[in-house]
């Protein structure tokens, strides 16, 4: 099981909220969010998954060289593309995501991250040909290694491009 | 927006339904805004020619997880912040630039405890599904 820290940050939901078009202050006014039920500054239901930003093994992750990650993604060719198999990262797509809370997420939370695969299985698609999907299952504690919140991502390695 | 009043699970009935739209017209701009939120730098989403000629895409197209979030902002609004206990999507069809999407919640079942269960589907612009799920959440009864 492998795990990072995500620290969660004020500046970091506001950039989130603009990012999914949200003005609900509660994202980052203090004095509003401060006389809501909730207290304070609550995160978006799906900003945990930016904890992506911490994670060393994500692939898309920021802090590396994406330069060097597009190169080592991009096959020369369509026809190589399309060929590709699992190892292809354009076949990669995210066929679902699921979140539990438990708490709410407020910024100066210092959560542990730690990721584990769950099911794997098969299907033949009518639009991609083979699909293989494989779980990852992501829990969110606290300091005090309360759980906050469990994400659940379902990836499917497609054989060819989707026909949207 | 959600406002300072707590909704109540007692102003809700089963089949209760809420649409919203929630983007119109989605820009490329938005796209990459999300990329730079989420850490997901993945090429298909901003990089033209990686989408079209390495991944043989229309074009670059949106996250799932920016449609995901944009549907969530259907819950948050309707029912309040802070109160949900579960939302999972499953993504149907890619979100291109230029898309309209709409959300649509109905209430499924209310509980005694004040739990709620909504399923909601977002559309494109053709009526066609691009993601569909559900949540729940605990409100004031």
């Not at chain 1, 998954?49 to 060719?77: C, D, L, M, Q, T």
């Not at chain 2, 739209?21 to 989420?38: D, F, K, P």
Request: charged share 20%; glycine share 10%; with cysteine.
């Amino acid at each position: 099981m492998a795990e990072h820290e995500f620290p969660v940050d004020r500046s970091a939901i506001l950039t989130f909220a603009a990012a999914i078009g949200d003005t609900n202050p509660i994202y980052w006014d203090e004095a509003y969010a401060k006389a809501t039920p909730c207290g304070g500054i609550v995160a978006p239901p799906t900003f945990a998954i930016a904890s992506a930003h911490w994670n060393p093994h994500y692939v898309f992750r920021g802090v590396r060289k994406i330069p060097a990650r597009v190169e080592e993604a991009a096959p020369r060719s369509e026809a190589a593309a399309r060929s590709g198999g699992g190892g292809n990262l354009a076949r990669v797509l995210h066929a679902e995501q699921r979140f539990e809370y438990k708490k709410p997420l407020h910024p100066g939370m210092r959560l542990i991250v730690s990721t584990r695969p769950g099911k794997s299985w098969e299907k033949q698609g009518k639009r991609g040909g083979t699909l293989q999907f494989s779980e990852t299952v992501t829990e969110y504690r606290d300091e005090r290694g309360e759980l906050v919140l469990v994400a659940t991502s379902v990836g499917v390695v497609t054989a060819k491009a989707v026909e949207s | 927006m959600s406002g300072h009043a707590k909704l109540q699970a007692s102003a809700l009935k089963v089949g209760d339904v809420r649409e919203q739209v929630l983007v119109e017209n989605l820009s490329r701009t938005q796209i990459v805004m999300y990329a730079g939120a989420s850490g997901d730098f993945n090429p298909i989403h901003h990089d033209e020619t990686f989408a079209t000629q390495a991944a043989g895409y229309p074009s670059v197209f949106a996250h799932g997880m920016l449609t995901m979030g944009l549907t969530g902002r259907l819950l948050t609004d309707w029912l309040g912040d802070g109160v949900l206990t579960e939302y999972g999507v499953r993504f149907v069809k890619q979100v291109f630039p230029g898309d309209t999407l709409t959300a649509k919640g109905t209430v499924t079942a209310i509980g005694a405890d004040g739990s709620v269960e909504i399923e909601v589907a977002t559309v494109n612009q053709n009526g066609e599904p691009v993601v569909a799920g559900r949540a729940k959440a605990v409100l004031p009864r």
